[in-house]
């Protein structure tokens, strides 16, 4: 009897999850902005084995993430296991995988101070213009999205020599814009927004370390380990 009223309030519970409406819309909004969390890769302390997990982990989540959009896209997972999907993603390379390469890459590959605002555009300008794009149109995205961009690249570059930390920060905001704003078939906005501004601020980077010119210190450092 205790069971068939444990099983018929396990059955009442599913019920009531199943009648909850979800707003896939809303949700990829939240997934976008959580995304910020990833730079705290850059406050893992720095230990050797520790060091070691930073290059493997982002590496093996990747591969896995491959391969699950692998089994997905061949119809082998469905795609309605996949909450917030597009229309048009049912078919081809996901955003997130987007989102997770370009992450990948930025993480071990750009100096922090490149990839730090970069990663913030996606996570949080990205939502925010798509928001801005849906209630006041599109001519207002291109201002509302770079004043966004621009500050996210003014703080990260706020111990730099004024002139310079506004050029790396209007460059970036403006690649980021046209990251976002400009689609290309097989490539997402996902992607986009955070590697060409990259790729942009990087080839200055080099230029500014060749004629000898001050770049700032990252701005998030390593935690400490006592033991």
Same mark, same amino acid.
């Given at each position: 009897? %205790?069971?068939?009223?444990?099983?018929?309030?396990?059955?009442?519970?599913?019920?009531?999850?199943?009648?909850?409406?979800?707003?896939?819309? @809303?949700?990829?909004?939240?997934?976008? /902005? &959580?995304?910020?969390?990833?730079?705290?890769?850059?406050?893992?302390?720095?230990?050797?084995?520790?060091n070691l997990l930073k290059i493997w982990i982002p590496v093996a989540i990747l591969i896995?993430?491959?391969?699950?959009?692998?089994?997905?896209?061949?119809?082998?997972?469905?795609?309605?296991?996949?909450?917030?999907?597009?229309?048009?993603?049912?078919?081809?390379?996901? =955003?997130?995988? &987007?989102?997770?390469?370009?992450?990948? !890459?930025?993480?071990?590959?750009?100096?922090?101070?490149?990839?730090?605002?970069?990663?913030?555009?996606?996570?949080?300008? $990205?939502?925010?213009?798509?928001?801005?794009?849906?209630?006041?149109?599109?001519?207002?995205?291109?201002? %509302?999205?770079?004043?966004?961009?621009?500050?996210?690249?003014?703080? /990260?570059?706020?111990?730099?020599?004024?002139?310079?930390?506004?050029?790396? =920060?209007?460059?970036?905001?403006?690649?980021? %814009?046209?990251?976002? /704003?400009?689609?290309?078939? @097989?490539? $997402?906005? $996902?992607?986009?927004?955070?590697?060409?501004?990259?790729?942009?601020?990087?080839?200055? @980077? !080099?230029?500014?370390?060749?004629?000898?010119?001050?770049?700032?210190?990252?701005i998030i450092h390593p935690g400490i380990i006592s033991w």
């Amino acid at each position: 009897m %205790v069971k068939v009223k444990i099983v018929e309030k396990l059955e009442d519970a599913r019920k009531i999850i199943n009648s909850i409406e979800y707003d896939p819309h @809303w949700y990829r909004r939240v997934f976008h /902005t &959580f995304s910020a969390s990833f730079i705290l890769y850059y406050m893992l302390p720095k230990l050797y084995w520790i060091n070691l997990l930073k290059i493997w982990i982002p590496v093996a989540i990747l591969i896995f993430i491959f391969i699950l959009e692998y089994l997905r896209i061949n119809g082998k997972i469905s795609s309605n296991h996949f909450f917030g999907l597009r229309m048009y993603e049912k078919k081809r390379i996901s =955003s997130y995988l &987007f989102f997770g390469i370009a992450v990948f !890459f930025l993480l071990l590959f750009f100096p922090q101070q490149i990839a730090v605002p970069c990663i913030l555009c996606a996570s949080i300008a $990205d939502p925010i213009m798509g928001e801005v794009r849906q209630r006041l149109g599109e001519k207002k995205v291109y201002a %509302v999205g770079f004043l966004v961009c621009l500050i996210f690249f003014l703080v /990260t570059w706020y111990k730099a020599e004024l002139w310079i930390a506004l050029l790396f =920060s209007i460059i970036g905001a403006t690649g980021a %814009v046209i990251g976002e /704003t400009k689609k290309i078939k @097989w490539l $997402d906005d $996902d992607f986009m927004i955070q590697i060409l501004p990259a790729i942009l601020l990087l080839v200055i @980077w !080099f230029c500014a370390l060749y004629f000898g010119l001050n770049l700032p210190d990252p701005i998030i450092h390593p935690g400490i380990i006592s033991w």
